[in-house]
């Protein structure tokens, strides 16, 4: 398979390493100083283009992706408010597009755990459930895509919670995210319900990156053989 990797960061070069070693060919390497190359024959020759940029780039690269009728699988969040659109495309313009707040298997298991969790929550009553969540410095979103799927699923499927609101609450049906910035850390996400007598704290920490490539280069894979608007429960059907 041809890949265009847009974003030549770290999580770039970790896709790079996982995408060669399962096969794969790196036509086109595209980052903030070669937008230009999204017009070169190189990058129009590629059967999938995986995007890891930044929320305000992310959405001018899916255009110039759909230009040349290229699927993209993209990890990049921070910028939902442009979805619908690009949901429109995939319908009415025959595109293909593959959007995921986290590419990990691990963290997908985690979402579905947690969902599970939450429909268990509403048979006790005295919890009162909160999040937390870590990255690295050079996150620039907060909270997460990661938190904020974690956030809607757990909203949707337990009763105590009707929204979620970063760093303070106004209200007890709204849920507390707490976002933390340090060092390098790739990604820990904490869901807790506490009540007087105890606590049940459900936790996954990503230990490097390569969790997510791989995660992206899979999804890639099932990209290239399918159409639409795709994500993680069309790759593994965990529910």
Same mark, same amino acid.
């Given at each position: 398979?041809?890949?265009?990797?847009?974003?030549?960061?770290?999580?770039?070069?970790?896709?790079?390493?996982?995408?060669?070693?399962?096969?794969?060919?790196?036509?086109?390497?595209?980052?903030?100083?070669?937008?230009?190359?999204?017009?070169?024959?190189?990058?129009?020759?590629?059967?999938?283009?995986?995007?890891?940029?930044?929320?305000?780039?992310?959405?001018?690269?899916?255009?110039?992706?759909?230009?040349?009728?290229?699927?993209?699988?993209?990890?990049?969040?921070?910028?939902?408010?442009?979805?619908?659109?690009?949901?429109?495309?995939?319908?009415?313009?025959?595109?293909?597009?593959?959007?995921?707040?986290?590419?990990?298997?691990?963290?997908?298991?985690?979402?579905?755990?947690?969902?599970?969790?939450?429909? %268990?929550?509403?048979?006790?009553?005295?919890?009162?459930?909160?999040?937390?969540?870590?990255?690295?410095?050079?996150?620039?979103?907060?909270?997460?895509?990661?938190?904020?799927? %974690?956030?809607?699923?757990?909203?949707?499927?337990?009763?105590?919670?009707?929204?979620?609101?970063?760093?303070?609450?106004?209200?007890?049906?709204?849920?507390?995210?707490?976002?933390?910035?340090?060092?390098?850390?790739?990604?820990?996400?904490?869901?807790?319900?506490?009540?007087?007598?105890?606590?049940?704290?459900?936790?996954?920490?990503?230990?490097?990156?390569?969790?997510?490539?791989?995660?992206?280069?899979?999804?890639?894979?099932?990209?290239?053989?399918?159409?639409?608007?795709?994500?993680?429960?069309?790759?593994?059907?965990?529910?």
């Amino acid at each position: 398979m041809k890949i265009a990797l847009i974003g030549y960061g770290k999580m770039g070069k970790e896709i790079e390493k996982i995408a060669i070693d399962r096969g794969h060919e790196i036509v086109s390497r595209i980052d903030i100083n070669t937008t230009d190359s999204f017009d070169s024959k190189s990058f129009q020759s590629a059967d999938v283009a995986i995007e890891f940029t930044i929320p305000s780039a992310s959405y001018n690269n899916y255009l110039n992706c759909f230009k040349y009728n290229i699927p993209v699988v993209s990890g990049t969040t921070g910028w939902l408010d442009k979805i619908d659109d690009i949901k429109n495309k995939c319908t009415n313009e025959n595109q293909t597009f593959f959007w995921a707040s986290n590419f990990s298997i691990g963290v997908n298991i985690f979402f579905a755990l947690n969902k599970k969790l939450a429909q %268990l929550m509403n048979k006790a009553d005295g919890y009162n459930a909160s999040m937390e969540e870590v990255h690295h410095t050079q996150k620039l979103d907060a909270p997460s895509g990661t938190a904020i799927t %974690l956030a809607e699923d757990l909203i949707q499927n337990y009763k105590g919670k009707l929204s979620w609101k970063l760093d303070h609450i106004d209200s007890n049906d709204q849920l507390l995210i707490k976002a933390i910035r340090r060092g390098e850390v790739p990604g820990i996400h904490t869901i807790k319900y506490e009540s007087d007598i105890d606590e049940i704290i459900i936790h996954h920490s990503a230990k490097s990156r390569k969790g997510f490539a791989l995660g992206a280069v899979l999804a890639a894979e099932f990209t290239k053989n399918n159409k639409g608007f795709l994500g993680m429960n069309d790759l593994l059907n965990f529910y």
